[in-house]
Each structure stands twice: as structure tokens, then as C-alpha cells.
């Protein structure tokens, strides 16, 4: 069976800097895909970043990024100049190719961005 | 184009009694999954349903149940609730089985007193 650990409940940078969130997860399965998303206290859950395990290369979009690593098994979200609308629940996910969209959850990280 | 949609967004139930939570997924796509989030937790997955079969089944008892209208809108139904069921169901629906992209309604948040 799959597992999502994310380590760390709770997390707050100052607005404007870059702050690292961890995703570590188990399987055995060799195609998957990794997802970060977002819920902010409106509940609405929102993708962030998506990874496809056969690409090598780290996804980005904007100022999120992600360092994939599958050997180790790890998946980290870097936020960069972080900003208010960041504050928000974040979440780690793993979806087995062919499963879609049956998603495996991490127990999620707050973040607090201070003005 | 109107997102996800759930309703209701809130309600509370005894236990014991029956309840019904339905979703409306993006136009034009074909499949919803159901999740259940207790508070301080990650969702956990209950069910699948593309063209109105169940293509996916999460680790839940049979007082959950679900099933998917020729509309694709979905409705959720758990009996003999327990306290243990108090959670924020959320609904995600994608265009097609094989994308990796689905869009969340806002959750209906269910208080079993």
C-alpha cells in the first residue's frame, strides 16, 4: 500500500522569503504522479504543482517549485517570495498511473506567512 | 463556467439517521471522486465514478455508498451515521479518466451530533 508522511504540521516565514515544505511517501510502483495542492480556509482544494514520476526534470510554476527525487522517494514544495495568499493548508498527494483520480494523501503542513 | 458544486454546505445529523450529499461536476466531465476529511487530517478516498460506473473503492464500510446520474452529478449516502463520520466531504470531478488535473467543490462540511 501507498503512504504520504508529511513531517512537519506547521510552518511560518516572513512575507518574501522562501520557505521548503517535505513530502516523503512509500511504493513500489515505478509510474505515479505527485501533486501539491493548497486549502486555504475557504476549503476549496487547489492543484499548486503536479509531477509526473518518469520526467526527470523538477516541475515549476511561477514561484513554486518542486524537488523530486525518486530514488529517495521525497517530493518537497519550495515556495519562493512568499507572499499573504500563501497562508494556507498544503497538502502532498500520490496517484498510481491507471488510478486516476483516486488520490493518497499526506496529513498536510500549515504555513503562515507573517507580514 | 460554474466550478464544482456541492451542496449542502453544511448540515447536521443524529446518529443513527441517514444523509445524502450531492455534487455537480465542471461541464463536460465525466468523472467524480468522493473524499472524506476529518479535521486535522488529509482527505481519505471513498469512491470513483466515471460514465456512471465505480471505477475506484477507498478502505470505507458498505453504510457508504454513491452512485452517478446520466447527468454525471453524483450524490454520496452514508447510513446508521456515527459520530466518527463528522468530516468535510469534498467532490473532484475530471474531464476524462486518464487526466491528472481534477477541480474540488468547496466541501460539505456533515456534523453528526
Known amino acids: 500500500a501507498q503512504t504520504v508522511t508529511q513531517s512537519q504540521p506547521e510552518m511560518s516565514v516572513q512575507e518574501a522569503e522562501t520557505v521548503t515544505l517535505s513530502c516523503t511517501y512509500d511504493?513500489?510502483?515505478?509510474?505515479?504522479?505527485l501533486f501539491w495542492y493548497k486549502q486555504p480556509p475557504s476549503r476549496q482544494m487547489i492543484l499548486v504543482i503536479r509531477?509526473?514520476?518518469?520526467k526527470q526534470q523538477n516541475a515549476t510554476e511561477n514561484r513554486f517549485s518542486v524537488n523530486f527525487q525518486k530514488a529517495a522517494k521525497s517530493f518537497s514544495l519550495k515556495i519562493s517570495d512568499s507572499q499573504l495568499g500563501d497562508t494556507a493548508m498544503y497538502f502532498c498527494a500520490f496517484m498510481k498511473e491507471g488510478y486516476h483520480y483516486q488520490l493518497i494523501w499526506g496529513a498536510g503542513t500549515k504555513l503562515i506567512i507573517k507580514p | 463556467d460554474a466550478g464544482v458544486t456541492q451542496s449542502p454546505t453544511h448540515l447536521i445529523k443524529t446518529r443513527g439517521q441517514q444523509v445524502t450529499l450531492r455534487c455537480s461536476p465542471i461541464s463536460g466531465h465525466k468523472s467524480v471522486s468522493w473524499y472524506q476529511q476529518v479535521l486535522g487530517q488529509g482527505p481519505q478516498f471513498i469512491f470513483q465514478y466515471y460514465e456512471k460506473e465505480e471505477r475506484g473503492r477507498g478502505n470505507f464500510p458498505d453504510r457508504f455508498s454513491a452512485r452517478q446520474f446520466p447527468n454525471y452529478s453524483s450524490e454520496l449516502n452514508v447510513n446508521a451515521l456515527l459520530l466518527g463520520d463528522s468530516a468535510l466531504y469534498l467532490c473532484?470531478?475530471?474531464?476524462?479518466?486518464?487526466?491528472?488535473?481534477?477541480?474540488f467543490g468547496q466541501g460539505t462540511r456533515l456534523t453528526v451530533v
Open positions: 511504493t513500489s510502483e515505478s509510474n505515479y504522479y
Open positions: 509531477q509526473e514520476a518518469y
Open positions: 473532484a470531478s475530471t474531464g476524462t479518466t486518464g487526466s491528472t488535473e481534477a477541480f
